[in-house]
Structure formats: C-alpha cells, structure tokens
C-alpha cells in the first residue's frame, strides 16, 4: 500500500561509488599514461608527467562536476595514503648503515636549503605555499615531499604544479651535470653517492645521477635518499604546528572568545600529528621488524609510487592556469637558486666533515 521506507545504506553506498567513478578514472587513465611514459623514460619519471597530463587535459576540456568527487578522491586520501605506502621502504636498519659521516652532511644541506628558501623567497616575493614547497622539495625529497607537505599545510593545485615542474626541472640539470662535477672532482664511488643523495630529490633522478658514475654510488645514494625522506616527518609536523598556530591566531582576530582561543592555541600533541605520517613511521617500523616480507617491498614501492602519479594527475586536473601565470618566474628563479644552494653545500659540508 505504501511505498517502502528510506532505503538501506547498501544503494547509498553503490551511489557514492559511483559518483567517484567518473572523476576517479580519469584520473587512473592519466597516471597510467604517466607511468608508461616514466617507463620509457625512468629519468623522466611518472610524477611530472601525470601533473602535465592532467593539466593537457583541463585545458582541452575541463571536467565538469560529475568528475568532482572522484578527483577529490584522488587528489587528497589517495595521496595520504600512497605516503603510509611509502614507509614500507624504509627501515632502521638502512637508517643505521648510513653512518655518522652522512647524517651532518644530510641535516646541515637540509637546514641550509630551507634557510635559504625563507631567506631567497622573501628577497624575491615568492610568499606562502609555494616557496614552502619549492623549499621542502628541493630540501627533502622532491614530489614525495610536496606530496606529504601539502596536505599539510593545504596549499592550491597550481602551487603544487608550479613546485613539482621547478623540481622537476633541476632534478634533470643535475643528472646531466652531476656525474660531470664528480669525475672532475675526483670523488669515490661513496663520495659521489652522498652527493648525489643529498643534492638530488626525486628517487628516480637519484638512481639516474649516481648510475651514471657507477653501481656502488648508485646503492649508496639510494640508501642516503631513502633515510634523507625521513625528514618529511619533523618538517610535516612543525608546518602542522604552524599552520595551527596562525589559525588561532586568526581566529582571535576574528573575535573569538579568549578561552576558545586558548584552547586552540594549547592543542594535544597527537592533534598535530597528521594521521598518514603516524601511518608511514608504523610501516617502518614494520618493516624494520620483518612484518613486512620481502617479495612485497618492490609491489608496494610501485603501487604508492603510482598512487602518487594518480594524485598528481587529478591536482592537474584542478590546476588553475591562470595562476601560474601570474606567479610568474620568480618561483623558477627561487627553485634555481636553492638548487644551486644545496649542491654546494652538500659538496662543502663532504669537504668539512671528510
């Protein structure tokens, strides 16, 4: 006589499926591309390839709103959770083997780099999210880095574009002119792979650099770059600390209550703790503690690193291009400047502690 009631969560969970599907896929379809691409060309890599793809694609067509919700999708969770993925790559042991002498190297290039992006950004009016990213990038990791920082401290798809092809950039001047400066220095084979794991960011840049100069620099550097990658998880949770700071602070100058505002500028610890970098320490942990096999390391390197290229393609999806427009060359002089910088401390710091 009556119709049935509200219906069971069953079809509202089909239709939230399918309301990701659209976007989601488009997204797929692009980082597959990419990640073709990076095969036929490994210095080239998946990341930079989905940002340019996805940025092609807005601008044949830009995709309407049925693709919303599934680029979303790719673009935040699927990118929190390739980072977890990424700790299942990393263990203490590997952190032990690097040695006292590697560490001053890594930590005082990284505290120089980032120094200078506050210092260089400034000089050159690059504010805010981007110089972060182009700092951390350059600092840390590359895309992995801007990959974890940004849904930190929530910066715009075109800043995190704009970031990733500044890498990207210098990542490849430094494959070419690397193994160059190394023969001419007369470095070793470890010596070279401490350079190149501390001067390059991404991974495959790394591997590319060291390669070239020989097998033994190459596995050192791997190793460098992977314990190098820990230091997202000090920087993520001081630009978390950060970015709560100044939401209280504007939330006081919005005219908040003084007992709210005290109670947001105490936050619990745990509140500042980004909930997929407590996931990456567990996988290391994991890892380092044999939980994680062996035959499973390579598949989950591969299915995060192509989760990355997923997120990426949907950020290029929603990259505003007028954006990067008006940011100009600033933001490319400030990536050339910070590349120059950690390449020569990086080889004074070898000089100094050698």
């Known amino acids: 006589m009556t119709t049935s009631a509200t219906p069971p969560s069953g079809p509202t969970i089909a239709r939230r499926v399918l309301a990701v599907l659209p976007g989601l896929g488009l997204a797929l379809a692009i980082a597959a ?3 073709g691409i990076g095969r036929i060309l490994p210095v080239l890599g998946s990341a930079v390839p989905g940002v340019l793809l996805g940025v092609l694609v807005r601008l044949i067509f830009r995709p309407g709103r049925p693709a919303t919700p599934g680029i979303e999708l790719a673009s ?3 990118l929190q959770l390739s980072i977890v993925l990424l700790g299942t790559q990393l263990s203490v042991g590997e952190v032990a083997r690097v040695g006292l002498t590697s560490l001053p190297v890594m930590l005082g290039t990284l505290a120089l780099c980032l120094t200078a992006a506050w210092l260089f950004g400034r000089l050159l009016g690059v504010v805010g999210d981007l110089r972060t990213l182009i700092g951390v990038g350059t600092g840390v990791c590359g895309g992995s880095a801007i990959a974890a920082v940004s849904p930190v401290v929530g910066a715009l798809s075109a800043d995190i574009a704009y970031a990733i092809s500044t890498i990207f ?15 001419l220095l007369g470095m070793s084979q470890q010596a070279f792979g401490l350079f190149a794991g501390t001067a390059v ?4 840049s790394v591997v590319a650099a060291a390669a070239a100069y020989g097998p033994e620099a190459a596995h050192h550097a791997v190793v460098v770059k992977l314990v190098r990658s820990l230091m997202i998880i000090p920087i993520c949770l001081g630009l978390a600390a950060l970015v709560r700071r100044r939401q209280a602070a504007a939330e006081v100058a919005a005219g908040q209550a003084a007992g709210e505002a005290r109670r947001t500028r105490s936050p619990r610890v745990l509140r500042l703790v980004p909930w997929f970098l407590v996931g990456f320490v567990l996988m290391a942990i994991a890892n380092s503690v044999g939980l994680i096999p062996t035959a499973l390391q390579q598949p989950l390197g591969s299915l995060a690193l192509f989760m990355i290229t997923v997120a990426l393609s949907a950020i290029g999806l929603t ?10 060359g600033r933001p490319l002089l400030l990536g050339a400047l910070l590349w120059v910088t950690v390449t020569l401390s990086s080889l004074a710091l070898q000089l100094l502690v050698g």
């Open 33 to 35: 591309c990419a990640t």
């Open 76 to 78: 935040h969770p699927v």
């Open 169 to 183: 950039l210098f990542n490849i001047a430094a494959v070419v002119t690397f193994p160059a400066i190394g023969h």
């Open 201 to 204: 960011n991404d991974t495959s």
């Open 319 to 328: 990259t505003d291009i007028a954006a990067l427009r008006r940011a100009g």
